[in-house]
């Protein structure tokens, strides 16, 4: 049986999400621009930018930049995201809206292509991060497990190796006295299908029922949405997402890896199911259209080029 939310959150990711795999240059002007435009819509976090080596995604080379030039709605959280306890030196610098988190992989390979260490030396970092966030009075409330569906370099990803990389961080959070608001599971290359959510959301909650639980979802082989859905109907209600289907990540080992979920195709099937999330379509619809002009070629979202119901109702209701 379906146990559909009545509503659900959206952590918009399409700049950090996005213009960090482009390979040609993003004024930082139109990153800026993009990130005004996506708080007009309704949603309440749109994750900017990353405090990563410029070396090794020049994309970010601006990231300081662009936090300190946007104009801050006040219902907005304007977020950044590090790798390593660099990246958060850097990021609290910022008037960006910085909040602690755990992170690791499920694959040992994937993480020494991303942070340039395994899982071991991963929860030691993760432990002098959050040394850091306490000395800074920084609140920690997320954790994410990467590659929880699969990996380009390890292949199937077992449901019991995703438990135990939860449980690993949790434990940190607990020797910290820290209760974390919720565990993201992300596919971090697209290996997902329904049935590996199903499997993969089921052995995390059958070790802890009530652990809040949000889905990081890429689109790089179509199933996305299929994804997302059956994540509704297990009564996921929080997801990251990213406008137009920007984005993907550098260090998947394959460049078809490219592509978040689309925040508005996301957004649409929400809307369709009666299933509320606060957020202008239309209005999204436009952002979409932006970060289309901005990088210069086609983008992978659907409702962006069919537009959404709306007229159609009107007109035929008229």
């Known amino acids: 049986m379906s146990d559909l939310p009545k509503r659900i959150a959206v ?21 800026v621009r993009f ?17 990563v080596d410029a070396r090794r995604v020049p994309g970010m080379a601006d990231a300081m930049e662009v936090a300190a030039a946007i104009r801050q709605r006040p219902d907005v959280h304007y977020t950044g995201i590090a790798l390593n306890l660099r990246g958060y030196e850097r990021a609290v610098e910022t008037p960006l809206h910085i909040r602690g988190g755990l992170q690791m992989s499920a694959s040992n390979t994937f993480s020494m292509q991303n ?21 800074k009075n920084i609140p920690v409330d ?14 199937a990803i077992a449901p019991e190796t995703v438990r135990d990389c939860v449980g690993s961080l949790l434990n940190i959070a607990d020797e910290f006295g820290v209760t974390l608001e919720r565990v993201r599971l992300a596919d971090t290359v697209g290996w997902g299908s329904p049935l590996q959510v199903q499997r993969v959301v089921g052995t995390v909650r059958d070790k802890w029922p009530d652990l809040h639980l949000s889905l990081h979802l890429h689109d790089t ?21 990213s406008c137009a289907g920007l984005g993907g990540c550098p260090f998947a080992g394959h460049k078809g890896a490219a592509g978040n979920i689309c925040t508005e195709d996301l957004v649409f099937m929400a809307h369709e199911m009666g299933i509320e999330t606060g957020i202008d379509l239309d209005a999204l619809i436009e952002c979409a259209r932006l970060a289309e002009t901005i990088v210069g070629h086609a983008l992978p979202g659907k409702i962006m080029h069919g537009g959404s119901l709306s007229k159609y109702r009107q007109g035929a209701s008229a």
Do not use: W
């Open 221 to 241: 082989r179509g199933t996305g949405l299929a994804n997302a859905l059956m994540a509704l109907q297990m009564g996921i209600d929080d997801f990251d997402s």
């Open 11 to 31: 952590h918009e990711e399409g700049p950090r999400e996005g213009f960090q795999i482009e390979t040609g240059p993003i004024a930082t002007a139109d990153k």
């Open 35 to 51: 990130c005004e435009a996506l708080a007009e819509t309704g949603l309440h976090e749109v994750q900017c930018v990353s405090f």
């Open 142 to 155: 997320s954790a994410i497990v990467m590659t929880a569906f699969g990996c380009n370099y390890e292949g």
């Open 115 to 135: 942070t340039n260490k395994n899982n071991e030396q991963t929860l030691h970092e993760q432990r002098r991060q959050m040394a850091f966030f306490r000395e």
